[in-house]
């Protein structure tokens, strides 16, 4: 079984309206267990998540980078639900001179929130939270959903987590149009497990089911210091002719801009080694990012993990799903930047895995 396809995203869409589940992404985590769950059952606590071992090799420079990212949904009756996820994450290299890899290993709370779902149109998220800006922060950063092991030049720009409450949900227009919606407002948070800027914004959404095909725009406004202003756009079609998955983002703020483009094809029609190739996905990419005025002119590129320069790349990547939930990744990127070009090689292994907390019952 491969990952979740649009049609299954669009089914856990509308399952999540109805009174016992959150509307939060994060229901991708549980696709198989929600697929078995009907409406008179009771939900259940759930432990998912994902975690994975990487090597990822940079101008002949070797990093090890393994992670897990442990999910937690605890539902309180038919319209509450808590949702908290961490992320652990290590990064290793050999020195300069020789000898055994070290390094350190983050600890991060991506998010841990109330949601309260007031009808199938709203839900009402109060705590901290993943920044609804674009779709890859949201949808596409678990390592066993991304189609490519490593983060897009663009992802620091306006992403993250915030700290406040927000509203979202979505609605059908008709049996061709739906839109999505969310808006929020993040207070300002200095530890760094839980930091956050005082922001606000939102993000707006179409999709039309009759031809595969999503679109929105983002906004962010900052509300402190510099009271930067960020915006960008994305896209996700899926043509019913071909297993192929057409995805692109583009993001602007003070700090930079830049878009990325992947094609992602299954090879599920080929006409030869069928057992193996209908397994396997070749994902193409490319991507662009421009400096900012702020990074120029304050040095914050490396701080935010913004490239330092103007920067041109260029993505090719395999993925082999073993079974569901359980893939083989790795890439080759050929960066074109300013300050020089380099090769990243990324090869590696993610797991996603679920457990229910206790024993379903009927109402």
């Not at 606000?200 to 929105?216: I, K, N, T, V």
Request: aromatic fraction near 14%; include cysteine.
């Amino acid at each position: 079984m491969i990952p979740p396809d649009l049609h299954q995203l669009r089914r856990c869409f509308r399952f999540i309206s109805r009174p016992h589940l959150s509307v939060s992404i994060v229901c991708l985590f549980a696709l198989p267990l929600l697929a078995q769950v009907s409406d008179s059952d009771r939900p259940i606590p759930l432990l998912t998540g994902n975690a994975g071992y990487f090597t990822n090799i940079e101008g002949g420079h070797a990093e090890l980078n393994p992670q897990i990212s442990p999910v937690l949904l605890l539902p309180i009756g038919d319209r509450w639900l808590v949702e908290a996820r961490g992320e652990f994450e290590g990064d290793f290299e050999r020195p300069d001179g020789g000898g055994a890899y070290a390094g350190k290993v983050s600890k991060d709370l991506d998010y841990v929130q109330l949601d309260y779902i007031v009808n199938p149109y709203l839900t009402i998220t109060a705590g901290r939270f993943l920044t609804p800006f674009n779709m890859y922060n949201e949808r596409l950063y678990p390592i066993w959903i991304r189609k490519l092991p490593l983060d897009p030049l663009i992802f620091p720009i306006a992403t993250g987590s915030s700290d406040g409450f927000m509203f979202r949900g979505g609605f059908p227009v008709n049996s061709r149009f739906e839109l999505n919606y969310a808006t929020y407002f993040s207070a300002q948070a200095s530890p760094d497990a839980i930091e956050s800027d005082r922001t606000s914004g939102g993000r707006l959404g179409f999709f039309l089911p009759d031809q595969r095909l999503e679109a929105g725009f983002s906004w962010q406004k900052e509300l402190q210091d510099g009271r930067n202003t960020a915006f960008g756009f994305y896209s996700s079609w899926q043509p019913r002719a071909l297993p192929l998955n057409l995805r692109s983002e583009y993001s602007r703020s003070d700090d930079g801009s830049g878009y990325w483009i992947t094609a992602a094809y299954m090879l599920s029609q080929a006409s030869f080694w069928h057992t193996t190739l209908r397994h396997t996905e070749i994902v193409g990419g490319l991507q662009q990012f421009f400096v900012g005025e702020s990074t120029k002119d304050n040095a914050q590129g490396e701080e935010d993990n913004l490239p330092e320069a103007n920067t041109r790349q260029a993505d090719l990547g395999l993925n082999y799903y073993i079974h569901d939930g359980l893939k083989l990744t790795g890439s080759y990127s050929r960066q074109f930047g300013a300050d020089g070009d380099a090769n990243l090689w990324s090869m590696g292994i993610a797991y996603r895995f679920a457990l229910p907390l206790g024993p379903s019952g009927t109402e």
